[in-house]
């Protein structure tokens, strides 16, 4: 990237937290244990139910991106100083979309036939609609793209995102993702044997038999550093380097591996650099096996030193949010210097050579570290974040 | 940072009145649409026609229909490129596919259905990436895989973004474009929103009173201009500009100015390096429906001020139909057939303007034309805008065609 792109702004909604100061704090330090926070799985409504009454016909998606997307704008102070609208853009990015609410509109016209269908949910139905919500909300006029390329596309829109303000295009993005929860997304997950037995979701352990899932979102704002600093923003660490790949979903290992090596690349660091890892393993057998054979080919020898967190082990498997989440409490660890801990004290898996971190949040003042996103359709992507410089 | 020139070296269509590219140019010379009543599921509505594909070979359990007609035009636009069979693939050739409605019929499937087994395996194709992922597998392609989802402009903004992907140096060959296919879901949808015609669609014509619905695909193959030139690749044209900008107006309908298409053309115009007079040919999105043919046209008059007068313009979508997530691709592919037989198809059944769209709307038997230059534009609910920028490489006489 020719261009210091920063992330100046955070904001992320999830069953247990509002806020990134509400999040962070499930990540304690203080000798405490984090917890996991998979049940409920759904975002309280109160979360969103002060949202304006002109946009009383989004649905939950839109909701909750919404709900996400101007806690960030607020963090940012981007209310205050907007700058020109059509500087400003917006990517939305959701793995399994407006789902729900097509299942909704299906079911009214399956019922009783398509003249049937009610306009008001139909308008929701494309993925888009949540994106729509979020320009017409915030006057976001510049670039706009809406992502649906499965669990990893929150890290994907980050990826757009930064790319946006590479090329010129627009002096800031907006960058959320989200997915919600619906009973026949649950059972589509469970008939593919993905979903663990009620409890704790344990990535990378040997008793781990699944994941749980759970509604978020998750929306960051990016700006050139310069930018950001000029406005007085908050600048929480940088975007580095980026990398997207994708291929059949057997060559899962190799492509994140590809997705790392590209980011490490793009960022102009050798491995040995990064001071943390918040790895997507999420508790599926296939799918962390994948990711640890990933990270050991992207990584050499230093897989086995650098320090592993996974943020689903107390936050759940929340599909595209997850990257961006991941992302949040990564800037927050260059920021403050703790790397989250994981709940418990998982036993490794067989064959298992990572270095977790366990317990409370560590201090390990990471200046670099490494972001992943595995898809289970096929696509991974890679974010390095550094810490903020002067 | 180096920007590669960005060129298209591959087409493939799956259309409601052509199965191949040729077939495309033909059709829209020949001035055949096909546009017929639907036989895909019954219609209680107002509209009853729509733009449906006779996908040739039998169904497959495995695939969604959506998938299908990508697939179809995928092959086609590999073999094209002379890539396909054996080609050489790369783990730097990328994906990048646009799709509104995705596998809604596989939905649609696993709710009716009452079979576990059956429902196992119609969820794999629920995802919208399963389009992308069906491409990469079937091809073997290990470079970027992505799926844009953006309503009406999903394809143009996959196009965009796969050039993006090359010029950067991040990808030498991608595999870009969109598929929508006609679903229940759709054709209700719109219909109680009263955006379909009950008798044929008019883009641009007074008497204009909503869209058909049409399904398809339509997949590029882009690459540098140097990677195609090393391998000896023909080359259709150069892919020199695009921008993307949102309207931040209303769910459902466009900006009356065009808000975000006029962005939209300016970005790509400034990418590109062009003006306004160096654009030779303009084809719209142009639905047919009330709002969008004169929000678009009043963008067009913003943009391209005098030089709107004698800009020609046009709609393909009595064609085919509004083929949703793929009229991006699709639209572009046939405007470039024109382009490559100095030709611009009419516009279907526009017949008498309406003064809101007093624009150069090419109609009757055509336009022979020499074009060097096309842009492409379409407009999306949510407010999304998305414009290309194609042009005849100026050395075409060695290497285009």
Avoid at chain 1, 264 to 273: D, G
Avoid at chain 1, 300 to 322: I, M, W
């Amino acid at each position: 990237m020719t261009r210091t792109i920063v992330i100046s702004g955070l904001g992320a909604v999830c069953p247990a937290a509002a806020g990134h100061e509400a999040l962070w704090e499930l990540f304690p330090r203080d000798g405490h244990e984090p917890v996991s926070t998979v049940a409920p799985e759904r975002i309280p409504d109160a979360v969103f139910d002060n949202q304006p009454a002109q946009l009383r016909h989004m649905d939950r998606l839109g909701r909750i991106s919404l709900a996400a997307t101007t806690l960030a704008i607020e963090d940012s102070r981007l209310a205050t100083s907007p700058g020109d609208p059509r500087q400003t853009g917006v990517v939305f990015a959701s793995g399994h979309g407006c789902l729900p609410t097509n299942e909704e509109y299906l079911e009214g016209i399956l019922e009783r036939g398509p003249r049937y269908g009610n306009p008001v949910v139909f308008q929701n139905t494309v993925t888009n609609a949540a994106t729509g919500y979020l320009s017409m909300v915030h006057d976001l006029r510049g670039p706009t793209a809406t992502l649906c390329s499965g669990w990893a596309a929150g890290l994907e829109a980050l990826r757009f995102g930064g790319q946006q303000i590479d090329e010129g295009r627009a002096e800031r993005m907006v960058v959320g993702s989200a997915d919600t929860v619906s009973p026949r997304l649950l059972e589509g997950l469970s008939l593919q044997g993905w979903l663990g037995t009620p409890g704790m979701t344990r990535p990378y352990a040997e008793e781990s038999n699944g994941m749980r899932v759970s509604e978020a979102a998750c929306t960051l704002v990016l700006e050139e550093q310069s930018r950001a600093r000029a406005r007085g923003a908050r600048v929480y660490a940088e975007v580095a380097g980026t990398g997207q790949r994708g291929g059949p979903p057997q060559a899962q290992a190799r492509t994140l591996a590809h997705a790392v090596r590209d980011a490490l690349s793009l960022a102009e660091i050798e491995p040995e650099r990064l001071g943390a890892v918040f790895s997507s393993a999420n508790g599926r057998r296939d799918f962390d096996a994948w990711e640890y054979r990933a990270l050991h080919e992207a990584l050499g020898e230093h897989a086995a030193r650098v320090p592993v967190t996974c943020p689903k082990a107390v936050l759940g498997e929340t599909f595209s949010a997850s990257g961006t989440l991941a992302v949040l409490l990564a800037a927050l660890a260059l920021d403050t210097g703790w790397v989250p801990g994981i709940p418990g004290s998982p036993r490794p898996g067989p064959g298992s050579e990572l270095r977790l971190v366990t317990g409370a949040a560590r201090r390990l003042t990471p200046e670099w570290v490494l972001v992943t996103a595995l898809g289970a359709e096929g696509s991974a992507v890679a974010v390095v974040l550094r810490r903020s410089r002067p | 940072m180096t920007a590669h020139r960005v060129v298209i070296t591959g087409m493939g269509v799956t259309a409601a009145n052509a199965l191949s590219t040729g077939a495309l140019a033909r059709a829209l010379e020949e001035r055949r649409s096909g546009i017929r009543e639907t036989a895909a599921f019954g219609t209680e509505g107002r509209a009853r026609t729509a733009g449906e594909v006779d996908l040739p070979g039998p169904p497959l359990d495995a695939e969604d229909r959506v998938s299908r007609l990508a697939l179809h035009a995928a092959e086609q636009a590999l073999q094209d490129s002379g890539l396909a069979p054996g080609g050489r693939w790369s783990e730097d050739t990328g994906v990048m596919i646009g799709t509104s409605r995705g596998p809604a019929l596989s939905l649609e499937r696993f709710m009716r259905s009452g079979d576990a087994e059956a429902r196992r395996k119609l969820f794999a194709e629920v995802p919208f990436s399963s389009i992308a992922r069906n491409i990469a597998t079937r091809f073997g392609l290990g470079g970027v895989l992505s799926t844009v989802t953006m309503a009406c402009v999903s394809s143009s903004l996959a196009i965009g973004r796969a050039v993006d992907e090359i010029r950067r140096g991040r990808a030498s060959l991608m595999v870009a474009g969109g598929a929508d296919a006609l679903t229940q879901l759709s054709f209700s949808g719109f219909s109680v929103l009263r955006a379909m015609t009950p008798t044929v669609c008019r883009p641009f014509d007074h008497r204009r009173n909503g869209m058909v619905l049409g399904e398809g695909a339509g997949i590029l193959v882009l690459e540098a201009l140097e990677h195609a030139r090393q391998r000896g690749a023909k080359i259709h044209a150069e892919l020199c500009g695009w921008g993307t900008a949102g309207d931040a107006h209303h769910p459902t309908s466009p900006h009356p100015e065009g808000r975000g298409l006029q962005q939209a053309m300016a970005s790509a115009l400034a990418q590109s390096g062009l003006t306004t007079e160096e654009i030779d040919f303009v084809n719209l999105h142009g639905t047919g429906t009330p709002a969008n043919d004169p929000a678009e046209c009043h963008a067009l008059r913003q943009v391209f001020g005098a030089r709107t007068a004698s800009l020609p313009v046009n709609s393909l979508k009595p064609y085919f139909g509004h083929t949703l997530g793929a009229s991006g691709a699709l639209e572009l592919i046939g405007s470039l057939l024109g382009m490559e037989r100095d030709f611009i198809p009419p516009t279907l059944h526009c017949e008498e303007l309406d003064a809101k769209c007093d624009v150069d709307v090419v109609r009757g038997e055509g336009r022979k034309r020499h074009i060097d230059v096309l842009m492409s534009t379409k407009s999306a609910f949510g407010g999304a805008n998305v414009a290309l920028i194609a042009r005849r490489l100026p050395e075409a006489g060695r290497e285009g065609r």
